[in-house]
């Protein structure tokens, strides 16, 4: 069992930047591939970024790619969602995933993640 844990979220202007935090339980971290999604009010839950098990390898969703980043520190059992150039269409709630799979196939989809955190609001003024 993996538990997972967002802090970081808030109200940020339009230009602005956030950097959440997913923090792991569990000692096989360092194993798992990671993601981050999003869920905005009526809308399905859709795919933001994501590494492999040791974070040589990132994807991202086109809406973000060049203003995110995915990181990890497998010491802290934490993996990182630097946001900038904030726009008001980030505004969402954000979630981390883990993925027992070290190279999942299907990283931009929610079935590839076993294991999901309780969320943190992100919210985007114009």
């Known amino acids: 069992q993996v538990q997972l844990v967002e802090s970081g979220g808030g109200l940020v202007q339009a230009g602005g930047s956030l950097r959440l935090s997913c923090a792991a339980s569990?000692?096989?971290?360092?194993?798992?591939?990671m993601g981050w999604f999003r869920q905005a009010p009526g809308k399905e839950r859709i795919f933001v970024a994501g590494?492999?098990?040791?974070?040589?390898?990132?994807y991202y969703a086109d809406s973000v790619k060049g203003r995110f980043a995915i990181s990890r520190d497998n010491y802290k059992n934490t993996v990182y969602l630097q946001m900038g150039s904030l726009k008001p269409e980030d505004t969402a709630v954000y979630y981390c995933?883990?993925?027992?799979?070290?190279?999942?196939?299907?990283?931009?989809?929610?079935?590839?993640?076993?294991?999901w955190g309780q969320g943190t609001q992100v919210t985007v003024s114009s």
């Open positions: 590494d492999n098990w040791s974070g040589a390898v990132t």
């Open positions: 995933a883990a993925s027992t799979s070290r190279y999942p196939t299907n990283y931009y989809s929610t079935t590839g993640y076993e294991y």
């Open positions: 569990g000692r096989t971290f360092s194993s798992y591939a």
